[in-house]
C-alpha cells in the first residue's frame, strides 16, 4: 500500500495539544459515548450518566510539583484550577462496587478488633478516612477505613487522635494475620 492509497489518514494532522484537549473533552462521556448534560438512550433516565470510570473528583494523577490532579465537573473542565482542586467530598468519587467490598472487609476487620487491644485514628494520608491498628500477639496491624464504615466497630475500640504506626507493609501485616489465624485454631472446636 502507498502513501496515496491511505484513506484512513485525515489530511489535517492535529497538533499534539491538540489531540490532549481532545482526549480531556472526551473525558466526561458516558459508555456509550454521549457527554454528561446530553440525552443518551442506554443511560438510566435517558440522560447521559458520565464516566464512571473517572467521575469528577477522582485524582487520575499528580502534577510535577507532586500536587494532585483530579476530574473536574464538566463545566469547570476548562478551568486550570479545578483540575487540580481536591473534591470537598473525598468518598464522592468513589466506585460504588468498591464502597461495599470496603465495607465487608471493615466488618471482618470489626470482628479481628473486638477480639484484640484496637484503636482508631485519623488516617494522615486520606483526609476524612480512619485507620484501625490492631495489636495481634505477632504485631500490630492496621487499615483504612472508609468514614462511613466506623460505625461498624464496638464501642470498646477506642477512638484517639493519632498512634503510632510500627512501619509494617501490606506484607507484613498478612504475616502477622496469618499466625494470629494459626494461633487460633489451637485447641478449636466448632
Ligand atoms: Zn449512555
Redesign the pocket.
Known amino acids: 500500500m502507498t502513501d496515496t492509497a491511505d484513506t484512513t489518514k485525515s489530511p489535517y494532522t492535529p497538533s499534539p495539544g491538540a489531540v490532549a484537549l481532545a482526549v480531556l473533552a472526551d473525558l466526561d462521556?458516558?459508555?456509550?459515548?454521549?457527554h454528561k448534560p446530553d440525552p443518551?438512550?442506554?443511560?438510566p433516565n435517558g440522560q447521559?450518566?458520565g464516566n464512571g470510570f473517572a467521575p469528577p473528583g477522582r485524582r487520575i494523577g499528580t502534577t510535577v510539583h507532586a500536587e494532585g490532579i483530579y476530574v473536574p465537573e464538566a463545566e469547570d473542565r476548562y478551568d486550570r484550577v479545578a483540575w487540580h482542586t481536591p473534591p470537598a467530598d473525598p468518598t464522592a468519587s468513589d466506585d460504588p462496587a468498591l464502597t461495599a467490598v470496603y465495607r465487608e472487609r471493615a466488618r471482618l476487620v470489626a470482628f479481628l478488633a473486638s477480639t484484640l487491644p484496637s484503636v482508631i485514628t485519623p488516617a494522615p494520608d486520606y483526609e476524612g478516612w480512619f485507620i484501625v491498628y490492631v495489636n495481634g500477639p505477632a504485631g500490630q496491624m492496621s487499615w483504612h477505613l472508609a468514614p462511613g464504615d466506623v460505625d461498624l466497630f464496638p464501642d470498646t475500640v477506642a477512638r484517639v487522635a493519632s498512634w503510632e504506626w510500627d512501619g509494617h507493609d501490606t506484607d507484613e501485616k498478612y504475616r502477622r494475620l496469618d499466625a494470629v489465624t494459626r494461633a487460633s485454631t489451637e485447641g478449636v472446636t466448632l
Request: proline share 0%.
Open positions: 462521556r458516558c459508555i456509550h459515548g454521549r443518551c438512550g442506554s443511560c447521559s450518566a
